[in-house]
């Protein structure tokens, strides 16, 4: 009988371990340590050691959650940025005294509804995980409940996140009314149907969801706020949000455009061509006038899913191949950097302006070197992980006929390079300020080893990528 | 014009003026108030639709327990009309810029929801095929037994699903809106 | 009526809804604007449940209920965790950061 749960068991440790943080903070004496960050690693090796084992088995829970490779795939990327998000978050929590418990058990429970949401193969359980990870990172967005900026940037997700959670539910009822079912192999089959006739309600419904989706990757022009939440929320949040969101939106916008509104492709993939293009554009452009280097990076995350959207117009299994190594890629570069942020930061200054940068290499040389694999990644150079990731997608693309898209791909690319060796450089070539030098504070242990870690990640996938590029393509094949 | 037409006529009308005053108004509390009202209108369609369970799940959850929290919260904050004394001086002042800084949003937001109304409308116009109203399938669907079977057979990982949620809700709400505890615990 | 008739409805009141989120300035009429929109997708649900004759579209609502609600809440958390460090509930006083 315990067959149909096969399918959700990585979710369900990982949110057992949600609950057992919030247990055991509940039932801490004062002042007593408690391993409550550990306690989620417990529940992400679970997580691990199940998803191996239900690798190529296909199976299906409830008939609504179906663990394919695509789904573990993307299961495995999650357990990735959670391990990573849980080891740079340990020196955050102590220092700025937030609420152990509540901050683990959310960032757990947010995780378990990634991974649901992207192994749900229905409409309303998709809408619900979406929640689900949303309403915990709000939470987490403003968990520095004494920052003024912490509050404004929950604030504005929160609304932006309402807003599109809106759009979506709307797309969602209409897709039922057409169909008459809320499930993704019947919508197809459905939607298959009526595609030689599709009318304007057809166009809506997929409109609705597209604009839904597009709030949740921030592409252009529904990022308004992105950037503002990114800063607001501790460096760690960050990390967390901007990777393992855009792994879970990411998963379900292909399982959903691609598989299930595929017949309707001819309607859509213009509307994703253009926001694909203003996406990368945007991103770019802006991020090369920002002074802070989160607000650079949170605009470099808009444009890195400019390069997913591109993916996903292409459309073919390459493609989808594609956009699961450069979830991966980003995630592991992106939880780096802002690891590297997260430990630069102390209790009263941000020390998030490039400027802060100067310098780095002199007093924390280890530092500076990851942090240059990080941008040499997210700006594509050879032979970081991040070239290989672009190099597919742009490939993907142009086999597919969208040579435009790729050469803005590539172009925006090189121009973003600018903006990352602007950083380069400034760590490199000048003088740390005088008082920089006192004012940095020490490595914590746990997130210096995650960051090192990350960096293997990255030069491991750059120089070897053969054996997880293979995995990733083997993965697409039969989704939904 | 049947009843049931005549009906629909009403509590349509009683949700979309009670909607545009809820926009319309200035005071947060008659806002929460007329969203009541609104409230009150869907749930009258809901019965025209033979859907008495959900009607009476979202008078109850709404009236109930939502709109008097908004209520407290407004209360609690004593959040202040929009269009104070000070803001009303403020536009004395620099008049012509804060109009035209009041009215940048106003415009936009009109022009967006105005595009999205003629386009709905447009999409909305052609539907001929999506069923058609048969009254015999009112037993069908009107059963609140048969909504709790389907609830707990082929929603019920929803469900579960849903107590998820609604624990990351109720811890999120109150980590964030709690009091710092004198002495931070360490 | 029709089942156009409905749809209409629903139409007009989630466009009331995002109109009102674009313009109001107060973060709890912000809020009511995005429950306008949320709640005016369950007419849609409904209706389309009913004229198929088909139960799904009247459970539906009864998740997306639960789902405005835990988002309602949340955000009047938010907005008193803004009112305690910001003293203020404007929305266009929020401008520590360049959105």
Redesign the interface.
């Given at each position: 009988m315990f067959a149909s749960f096969h399918a959700i068991v990585p979710m369900l440790c990982v949110t057992a371990a949600g609950f057992a943080a919030m247990v055991a903070e509940a039932f801490r004496e004062k002042g007593e340590p408690m391993p409550i960050g550990p306690l989620g690693v417990v529940g992400l090796i679970g997580a691990a050691v199940s998803t191996a084992l239900l690798w190529d088995r296909h199976a299906t829970s409830f008939g609504v959650v179906t663990a394919d490779n695509f789904g573990l795939f993307v299961t495995a990327i999650l357990i990735v940025v959670g391990l990573l998000s849980l080891a740079i978050s340990a020196p955050t929590v102590e220092r700025e005294g937030l609420p152990r418990g509540e901050y683990y058990a959310l960032m757990l429970f947010s995780l378990a509804g990634m991974m649901l949401m992207a192994t749900a193969t229905d409409l309303l359980v998709i809408f619900l995980a979406l929640e689900v990870l949303s309403l915990a990172i709000y939470v987490l967005t403003g968990i520095r409940r004494d920052s003024q900026m912490g509050a404004e940037g929950a604030f504005k997700y929160f609304l932006l996140g309402g807003f599109s959670s809106a759009f979506f539910l709307y797309g969602i009822a209409f897709v039922y009314g057409l169909t008459g079912s809320t499930h993704l192999d019947r919508v197809g089959t459905l939607m298959a149907a009526q595609a030689t006739s599709s009318g304007p309600l057809q166009i809506l419904a997929v409109g609705l969801l597209l604009v839904g989706f597009a709030f949740k990757v921030s592409a252009v022009p529904f990022h308004m706020w992105t950037p503002d939440a990114y800063e607001a929320a501790p460096p760690a949040v960050t990390g967390f949000m901007s990777t393992g969101v855009k792994a879970a939106a990411f998963a379900a916008f292909v399982r959903v455009f691609l598989s299930a509104l595929e017949p309707l492709i001819g309607g859509w993939s213009e509307i994703v061509w253009v926001l694909a293009a203003a996406t990368m554009i945007l991103g770019t452009v802006v991020g090369v006038a920002q002074t802070s280097i989160k607000r650079m990076l949170a605009y470099s995350s808009v444009a890195h899913g400019g390069y997913l959207l591109l993916a996903l117009v292409s459309g073919n299994d390459t493609a989808k191949g594609a956009v699961l190594f450069y979830l991966l890629v980003y995630a592991v570069t992106n939880l780096g950097a802002f690891g590297i942020i997260s430990v630069l930061e102390t209790r009263d200054q941000a020390n998030d302006r490039v400027t802060d940068y100067a310098g780095l290499w002199s007093t924390h040389p280890t530092l500076a070197l990851m942090m240059t694999f990080f941008l040499l990644s997210l700006g594509g150079f050879p032979p970081m992980a991040g070239f290989i990731a672009k190099w597919y997608v742009f490939a993907a693309a142009i086999h597919a006929g969208y040579v435009w898209l790729a050469i803005i791909g590539v172009l925006t690319s090189v121009v973003s390079v600018f903006f990352y060796l602007r950083v380069i450089v400034m760590m490199y070539m000048s003088a740390p300020d005088a008082d920089t030098r006192t004012t940095l504070p020490a490595v914590p242990q746990l997130a210096g080893a995650a960051i090192v870690i990350s960096a293997l990640i990255i030069l491991y996938l750059g120089v070897l990528p053969t054996r997880v590029l293979e995995w990733a393509a083997a993965s697409v094949s039969g989704i939904i | 014009m049947g009843s049931?037409?005549l009906l629909?006529w009403v509590f349509?009308l009683v949700?979309?003026v009670a909607?545009?005053l809820?926009?319309a108004q200035r005071n947060?509390v008659y806002?929460?108030l007329l969203?009541i009202a609104?409230?009150a209108g869907?749930s009258g369609?809901?019965v025209?639709?033979?859907?008495p369970?959900?009607a009476v799940?979202?008078i109850v959850?709404?009236a109930g327990?939502?709109l008097v929290?908004?209520l407290f919260?407004?209360m609690?904050?004593n959040?202040?009309h929009?269009d104070t004394e000070e803001d009303i001086a403020r536009l004395k002042t620099i008049n012509a810029a804060t109009a035209r800084l009041r009215s940048g949003?106003?415009l936009?937001?009109?022009l967006?929801?105005i595009v999205?109304?003629v386009?709905?409308?447009?999409?909305?116009?052609?539907?001929t095929s999506?069923?058609?109203?048969?009254p015999d399938?009112a037993d069908?669907?009107s059963s609140v037994s048969?909504?709790g079977r389907?609830?707990f057979t082929?929603?019920?990982?929803?469900f579960e699903?849903?107590s998820?949620?609604?624990?990351?809700?109720?811890?999120?709400?109150?980590?964030?809106?709690r009091r710092?505890p004198a002495g931070?615990?360490? | 009526m029709g089942l156009q008739a409905y749809l209409v409805l629903s139409a007009v009141v989630f466009c009331l809804g995002l109109f009102g989120v674009i313009t109001r300035r107060n973060t709890i009429g912000i809020l009511l604007g995005v429950e306008l929109m949320l709640n005016a997708v369950n007419i849609n649900l409904v209706a389309f449940g009913r004229f198929r004759g088909d139960l799904a579209g009247l459970v539906f609502p009864v998740f997306a209920i639960a789902i405005t609600v835990a988002e309602a809440a949340l955000g009047l958390a938010i907005v008193i965790l803004l009112f305690r460090v910001r003293r203020t509930v404007m929305a266009d006083h929020l401008d520590l950061l360049r959105g």
């Open positions: - | 049931e037409a629909f349509g949700t979309v909607s545009l809820v926009i947060p806002s929460v969203l609104s409230f869907l369609l809901y025209l639709l033979d859907a369970f959900t799940t979202q959850v709404y327990a939502i929290l908004f919260v407004v609690l904050l959040a202040p929009e949003p106003l936009f937001g009109a967006l929801a999205f109304v386009e709905l409308l447009w999409a909305l116009r052609r539907i999506a069923g058609r109203f048969d399938a069908a669907v048969a909504i389907v609830l082929e929603y019920q990982f929803a699903v849903t998820v949620l609604i624990i990351v809700a109720m811890v999120g709400a109150v980590v964030l809106a710092e931070k615990k360490s | -």
